[in-house]
């Protein structure tokens, strides 16, 4: 039988954090053996807010190193930019038709970035999540392991794939968000102030490439209060500490702290320091393997360009099999 097909990307708009790792990587990493993986840095979709084009490179092949010292092996899985696949934009092209303006204005993401760059509306933040079910569906991707923040663009990608086969015939399956049982799906950021990003509260973000003393700095300043209150329910900045340490330590290692935490005599300063030490030892081998890995370029290059073959070989027969449907068949 063949393997199922995932596909999954990351964004290349800055340094890669622990939300990144638990929400997709971790993921990508459990999957790489049973499915036929496609997994990419998505520099294009990192265009909308205007990078420095000399930073570009630099961060895609950044984000690939990371992805690479978190245990993703290039010899298993498809790992490529998305800008090497041209059979991506073609397919965006294809779906913005039948994309409708009023249903992309609505979308949450959207709206947070008219909020935040008003200065800076394109057509591409309106059509991000058609570059996105473009990406997904020019694989005929089945599951696609994402983070919480993702799933409204995979129902849009559904919405998407289904309009195209009542159009056209039967074609793209419905891509399903997938998560391994128990799996994290939001990492709030150590301010409590909402999830982990990479370009936003950066003091209250642990990066992967963060140096032990920066880690044990940010975890020091963690937002934490002043014990559980009768009758409450434990507040989502405190959950988020016990989950971090459940998971970059071991669930018996937070259980002492939850059960002095239910008990009324937590000592947050000790439990900091636990966590300080176990996310430290979690990045340190990340961080370390990324270093060596971003100073062979060569190396990186080569990755990259291999992943692109792989991918082109199945997105161009996806391509061709659409064209045909939509009609444009003239030779
Ligand atoms: P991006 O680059 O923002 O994030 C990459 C992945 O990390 C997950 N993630 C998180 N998970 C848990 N907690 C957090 N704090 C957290 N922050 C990020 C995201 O859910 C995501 O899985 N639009 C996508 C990139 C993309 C894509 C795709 C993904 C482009 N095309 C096709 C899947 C399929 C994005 O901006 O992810």
Redesign the pocket.
């Known amino acids: 039988m063949s393997k199922e097909i995932v596909?999954?990307?990351?964004?290349s708009?800055g340094h890669l954090h622990l939300?990144?790792y638990?929400?997709?990587i971790q993921n990508y990493v459990k999957m790489q053996d049973e499915y036929n993986c496609y997994f990419f840095v998505?520099d294009y979709?990192a265009l909308t807010t205007h990078p420095d084009p000399k930073e570009l490179k630099t961060n895609v092949f950044r984000v690939l190193s990371e992805n690479i010292a978190s245990g993703l092996d290039p010899e298993k899985v498809a790992l490529y930019a998305q800008s090497d696949v041209p059979e991506i934009p073609e397919l965006y092209l294809m779906l913005n038709m039948i994309a409708y303006k009023g249903e992309l204005e609505k979308v949450p993401t959207f709206k947070d970035k008219v909020r935040l760059q008003p200065e800076n509306v394109n057509a591409g933040l309106l059509t991000y999540p058609v570059?996105?079910a473009a990406?997904?569906l020019i694989h005929k991707g089945a599951k696609?392991?994402?983070?919480?923040?993702?799933e409204q663009?995979l129902e849009m990608a559904r919405n998407f794939a289904q309009r195209f086969n009542t159009r056209y015939g039967d074609y793209f399956p419905e891509p399903q968000v997938f998560r391994f049982n128990n799996d994290?799906?939001?990492?709030?950021s150590l301010d409590g102030t909402g999830?982990?990003?990479?370009s936003e509260n950066i003091n209250a973000t642990i990066y992967l490439s963060d140096d032990d003393y920066t880690i044990r700095k940010k975890i020091a300043k963690a937002k934490t209060d002043a014990g559980p209150v009768e009758g409450q329910p434990m507040p989502d900045f405190i959950q988020n500490l016990f989950t971090l340490l459940s998971i970059t330590g071991s669930p018996e290692t937070a259980q002492p702290y939850i059960n002095a935490y239910n008990g009324g005599s937590i000592r947050y300063g000790d439990m900091k320091k636990q966590l300080a030490e176990d996310v430290v030892s979690f990045v340190r081998p990340i961080r370390e393997r990324s270093i060596e890995l971003q100073k062979d370029e060569a190396a990186l290059r080569k990755i990259l360009k291999d992943g692109g073959e792989k991918a082109r070989a199945s997105a161009s027969a996806v391509i061709s099999g659409a064209r045909k449907l939509i009609g444009i068949s003239y030779y």
Not at 7 to 11: C, K, M, N
Not at 144 to 150: C, I, R
Not at 195 to 198: E, H, I, L, R, T
């Open positions: 596909v999954s990307g990351i964004r708009t939300g990144n638990f929400g997709a998505a979709h570059l996105m990406d997904i696609v392991p994402v983070g919480k923040d993702q663009h994290t799906v939001k990492i709030m999830k982990m990003s990479k």
